[in-house]
Nanobody, 116 residues
Framework: QVQLVESGGDLVQPGGSLRLSCAAS????????MGWYRQAPGNGKQRELV?????????SYEDSVKGRFTISRDNAKNTVYLQMSSLKAEDTAVYYC????????WGKGTLVTVSS
């Protein structure tokens, strides 16, 4: 069973930056697409894919985070990163990583709170 451990979430002021990490218990070298997802607080909020990166290095982002978030992966460390900058209140969410599509069991996520 694959385990995903997300970390790096914190309380940050609007305009601030954070770097999230996601460590997988298996090799991600052969995984075609890895992604970062988030689920905002509140009933009925869906988990959404905000950034994805292919094995070849191609990236794509949800419109609201384009130009502010950067996904990267270190296959040697089985780790995926999400560099977030110019954070906004609407970025507040629990952030998760997984394959795209998300075929593995979800980790616990890491909470990012953007508030003054």
């Amino acid at each position: 069973q694959v385990q995903l451990v997300e970390s790096g979430g914190d309380l940050v002021q609007p305009g601030g930056s954070l770097r999230l990490s996601c460590a997988a218990s298996v090799s991600i070298f052969g995984i075609n697409v890895m992604g970062w997802y988030r689920q905002a607080p509140g009933n009925g909020k869906q988990r959404e894919l905000v950034a994805r990166m292919t094995r070849g290095g191609s990236t794509s982002y949800e419109d609201s985070v384009k130009g502010r978030f950067t996904i990267s992966r270190d296959n040697a460390k089985n780790t995926v990163y999400l560099q977030m900058s110019s954070l906004k209140a609407e970025d507040t969410a629990v952030y998760y990583c997984n394959k795209d599509p998300p075929e593995w069991d979800w980790g616990k996520g890491t909470l990012v709170t953007v508030s003054s």
